[in-house]
């Protein structure tokens, strides 16, 4: 079925740095394609999402293109703040209505 | 308009003991799906329901059991629990399309000791 795979590891930078966090998916099709916020605490946000190949989703300073030579739709932020301290999870349908999760990523931003 | 809410927002049960989560969906919505979150990992689809039947499910045991309602709410039940059943359970609601965008509610956070 459908999956996705997010780079390994905790990412913490500092106030002002450009944050990149990969994401790499295997997919039937063409599917749209998520990236999801979790905040400390609470559940999970739609950040940003694109629904066909060369789409680019955006939202809150953040970005993500659908690139399906690279099968990738890796989230970039030019400058992060203390604020966007969160976990980001990529996701995509793993079959019908269902999403299918990354093992999320942990940001922590130091001021 | 109200999100998707949650209840309780936190539980502690023992190990053999059953536990009932609930969850209201966003307004308008008709299609309530249901994931386990552990520690530092994604959700896990557990099953979904809609027009008060099960749609489609997960790799979850016959342990976890649902229902939704005439309003579209819904309750996961777990039996028999284990310490491994310990999680964040995230309730999303949608629209029944494929495709539909589904929006998470805050989450109950289950302790299994």
């Known amino acids: 079925g459908n999956s996705v795979t997010q780079m390994e590891g905790p990412v913490t930078l500092s106030e002002e740095a450009f944050l990149t966090i990969n994401c790499t998916y295997t997919?039937?099709?063409?599917?749209?394609l998520f990236w999801y916020v979790q905040y400390p605490g609470e559940g999970l946000q739609l950040l940003l999402k694109?629904?066909?190949?060369?789409d680019k989703g955006s939202n809150k300073g953040f970005e993500a293109t659908y690139r399906k030579e690279t099968t990738s739709f890796h989230l970039e932020k030019g400058s992060v703040q203390v604020s966007d301290s969160a976990v980001y999870f990529c996701?995509?349908?793993?079959?019908?209505?269902?999403?299918?999760f990354g093992k999320g990523n942990q940001v922590v931003v130091i001021p | 308009d109200a999100g998707v809410t949650q209840s309780p927002t936190h539980l502690i049960k023992t190990r053999g003991q059953q536990v009932t989560l609930r969850c209201s969906p966003k307004s308008g919505h008709d299609t309530v799906s249901w994931y386990q979150q552990a520690l530092g990992q994604g959700p896990q689809f557990i099953f979904q329901y809609y027009e008060e039947e099960e749609r489609q499910r997960g790799n979850f045991p016959d342990r976890f059991s649902g229902h939704q309602f005439p309003n579209y709410s819904s309750e996961l039940n777990v039996n028999a629990l284990l310490l491994g059943d310990s999680a964040l359970y995230l309730c999303?609601?949608?629209?029944?399309?494929?495709?539909?965008?589904?929006?998470f509610g805050p989450g109950t956070r289950l302790t299994v000791t």
């Open positions: 999303a609601s949608s629209f029944s399309r494929v495709g539909a965008e589904q929006y």
């Open positions: 996701a995509l349908p793993g079959g019908n209505n269902r999403l299918a």
């Open positions: 997919a039937t099709g063409y599917p749209s």
């Open positions: 694109a629904t066909k190949a060369d």
